[in-house]
């Protein structure tokens, strides 16, 4: 087997923590939660600001990814299959439910945005794609953890993160929870990643039956949500679409 660069790796770490969810890290940061010394990171981080991969802030001197990645993503995202047959559904879905609409795929422990849309004649918002999440702690990641129990494992043993007072962190019940998504084939989150957004969601398939993502509607709580249960007209809507987007990868009926 061939030797690995140390070089590289580091350099990919280093990217990764920028991804996360303070996007703008010093390099005293980066180098204690990587364990390198300063000057090490420091290297790293002046090499990739070289070739365009990271930016420096002048004012607090901290560094975020720069827009060299982005040509990088947009050719990812352009080839991703999940993403090009699910467009056309993904705009579908959020008319009929008027929520936005997310499709996401499992991506090194994380949920993957691969696709968003925007609730039609809503407020201006931010598109996510691209965006990082929690795979216990959203509909669109546990609609994925209930079909790879492996990594449901590895989280739960690892420890789970809590982002809300509602985000379930005890492992024997998350486990519950996958067991019951698992039985009726979609998952929900009730503020449980971001204060106020419920969720709901359902697996998309492709060959072989095997699940290669999920699509989400999300919006307020009060709107998602009667009472604490997903309104019912708006689970029917996400299973539709999975359906019709699985369909497209060849997934055939489920």
Known sequence: MSARIQSIERAAAVLGLLTGRSRRRGVVDL????????????GILRTL??????EQDHESGKYQLGAAL?????SYLDGNELRRRSIAWADALATQAGESVWIGTQHQR???????????GGPLQKLEVGRSMPLHATALGKALLAHDRDVAGELASGGLMGYTSATVTDPDRLAEQLEVITARGWADDAAEFMPGIA?????????????LGAIAIAGPVERICEGC????ELVGYVMEGALRVSRELGGGAW
Do not use: N
């Not at 982005?70 to 947009?74: A, K």
């Not at 994380?110 to 039609?120: A, F, G, R, S, Y």
């Not at 969720?199 to 699940?211: L, T």
């Open 110 to 120: 994380l949920v993957l945005v691969v696709h968003h849309v925007l609730p039609p």
């Open 70 to 74: 982005l040509p990088i993503g947009s």
């Open 49 to 54: 600001k070289a070739v365009g991969f990271v």
């Open 229 to 232: 249960t997903p309104r019912s």
């Open 199 to 211: 969720s709901i969601a359902a697996p998309v398939r492709g060959h072989g039956r095997g699940v």
């Open 31 to 42: 180098a204690d939660e990587l364990d390198l010394p300063k000057g090490t990171v420091h």
